[in-house]
């Protein structure tokens, strides 16, 4: 039985029983090697899982600054960032304006991004440009610094 099963491998793998020699006469079968598709399988595998990224959402950035109207600082007032063109679904921050200065809360950190800057202030008039028809754009970058002067 083993004979048989012996020689009908060699016979399914090109190759009648014998007929393998090495030099020395001896008859010997060639190891049947798959390292071709082994090694398709490795690339495919190292392709799959260690190319793999994994999405890490970026890091939400304080920020602050003055703000000045006339040339003196603001005593009172509010400013916001409002996410600007395609950024629509970002975070947007509104916080008050004392003695000139602002900073955002942990709260109220914004993502990387362009925003649409709107002030207010307490008792006196903004410019437009600043205000409610506002054309200041701030661009929010862990490359850039976070710190914003507003000079009105």
Avoid: W
Avoid at 57 to 75: C, H, T, W
Avoid at 86 to 113: C, H, M, T, W
């Amino acid at each position: 039985m083993k004979r048989l099963l012996f020689s009908g491998y060699f016979k399914i793998h090109g190759a009648e029983h014998g007929s393998a020699t090495s030099r020395s006469g001896c008859s010997r079968a060639k190891p049947i090697t798959h390292t071709g598709s082994g090694i398709f399988c490795c690339i495919l595998l190292v392709c799959i899982f260690g190319c793999a990224k994994t999405y890490t959402p970026p890091e939400k950035l304080m920020l602050n600054g003055e703000v000045s109207l006339n040339s003196k600082p603001v005593a009172a007032g509010t400013i916001s960032f409002e996410p600007y063109g395609a950024q629509a679904a970002r975070s947007e921050a509104k916080v008050p304006i004392v003695n000139g200065k602002y900073e955002l809360s942990e709260n109220d950190k914004l993502f990387p991004g362009q925003y649409l800057v709107r002030i207010s202030v307490e008792g006196a008039k903004v410019p437009p440009t600043y205000g409610e028809q506002s054309t200041q754009v701030v661009n929010v970058s862990d490359e850039y610094p976070t710190k914003f002067d507003f000079k009105m």
